[in-house]
């Protein structure tokens, strides 16, 4: 925060750029190495008689001839009366320029002769610094710039949205915002901060209108898709201050080809279902799926509305399933992992119950790209 926002209304990413490794040498032959110079061990023999040691010289200083007194040195003879005569005038410390010109005109009327205002600092890269303005005063106009966003959900019809940019605000009301068909009770702006109310409770997962909770889940993947194609990625999700947990993106490289879709499990953990996956990612998981357990274990129900539900049968006079769910549960996620989809956030909403009571229900959002 604290630096011009871009054209686009979005923050670029600031990470590190990702590394590349130097393509390795090719393999050649070695040249051939010259052949070895001859070597005459005789001609460095010391003769018996040779003295090792350095002849000796008398000091020749006592023996030089003084030279006479009455002749002057010729630098003596050499005119010195002002030859520092105008460099005393001026020897001190001053704010001048060096490279200044006295026959030029002063360029800053208002400063005194030879009181020079410092040249500006010349960065190398010619880019400007990230908190350089042209205008210091712009430090109050301009907008601050925020890497990451806090999602939350609350209740059964309200979202809110912290540290959100003007540019993502303008783009979830033209794009996500329609999605509801609902309609919205209310848009609160307060300092950078949106709060949202849905009419119809769309994050009550256990309503009995099936059409409008795929509607609720298209919302939630569109969501995670506009901020990925514009360089927001979910990081983690975290309960500081809040009971309810908040969703973190973070400023990362844009990905338009990013693709997402929703899944979860019952309570009892033995039945899957998909909304929204990609067709060819769908058909395939389902024949994975009965590749890895057999025929009898698996009852996979037909696409509807875009849902698609692979449940685990139960034992023959017992209430116990073929399939424990652990094991189930991790080869789903080998499967969609082989199929280029990683589990990427948990998100927890409820269900309204008998009484009242609520009853959680865990979204799972799998994200990849789009099959070609």
Not at 54 to 71: D, G, I, M, N, Q
Not at 228 to 233: M, N
Not at 327 to 333: A, G, K, M, R, T
Request: overall charge positive; hydrophobic content about 35%; charged content about 20%.
């Amino acid at each position: 925060m604290g630096s011009n926002p871009p054209a686009n209304g979005y923050p670029p990413f600031y990470g590190p750029p990702l590394s590349q490794q130097p393509p390795p040498a090719p393999h050649t032959n070695n040249p051939p190495a010259p052949a070895p110079y001859s070597f005459d061990a005789a001609a460095y023999d010391l003769k018996p008689n040779a003295s090792t040691s350095k002849p000796s010289r008398a000091h020749r200083r006592s023996s030089t001839v003084p030279a006479s007194a009455s002749a002057p040195l010729k630098s003596a003879m050499k005119k010195t009366v002002n030859a520092f005569t105008q460099a005393e005038a001026t020897i001190g410390r001053q704010l001048t320029n060096p490279f200044h010109n006295p026959a030029t005109s002063n360029p800053y009327p208002s400063q005194p002769p030879g009181m020079q205002m410092p040249r500006p600092r010349v960065y190398s890269n010619p880019a400007n610094p990230q908190n350089m303005r042209d205008d210091p005063h712009d430090l109050d106009t301009q907008e601050p710039i925020a890497y990451h966003m806090l999602v939350s959900f609350h209740g059964y019809n309200e979202l809110r949205i912290e540290h959100v940019m003007k540019k993502a605000l303008d783009d979830l009301r033209s794009f996500i915002w329609p999605l509801w068909t609902e309609g919205i009770e209310s848009d609160i702006v307060q300092a950078n901060n949106c709060i949202v109310k849905f009419r119809n409770n769309p994050w009550d997962m256990g309503g009995p209108n099936i059409r409008q909770r795929v509607i609720a889940y298209q919302l939630i993947i569109a969501f995670f898709r506009l901020f990925q194609d514009k360089g927001y990625s979910f990081q983690t999700s975290v309960n500081i201050s809040t009971a309810t947990p908040r969703l973190i993106f973070q400023v990362t490289q844009p990905d338009p080809h990013a693709c997402f879709f929703i899944a979860y499990f019952d309570h009892d953990g033995s039945r899957f279902t998909l909304i929204d996956a990609p067709t060819q990612t769908e058909l395939s998981f389902v024949g994975r799926l009965r590749e890895a357990f057999s025929a009898r274990a698996l009852n996979v129900k037909p696409t509807e509305d875009n849902v698609r539900v692979v449940e685990v049968k139960k034992r023959p006079n017992s209430s116990i399933p073929e399939v424990e769910p652990s094991v189930l549960f991790v080869e789903i996620l080998k499967t969609l992992n082989l199929l280029g989809f990683q589990l990427d956030a948990s998100l927890s909403f409820g269900r309204k119950g008998t009484l009242g009571l609520r009853s959680p229900r865990e979204l799972l959002v799998f994200k990849g790209q789009i099959p070609r």
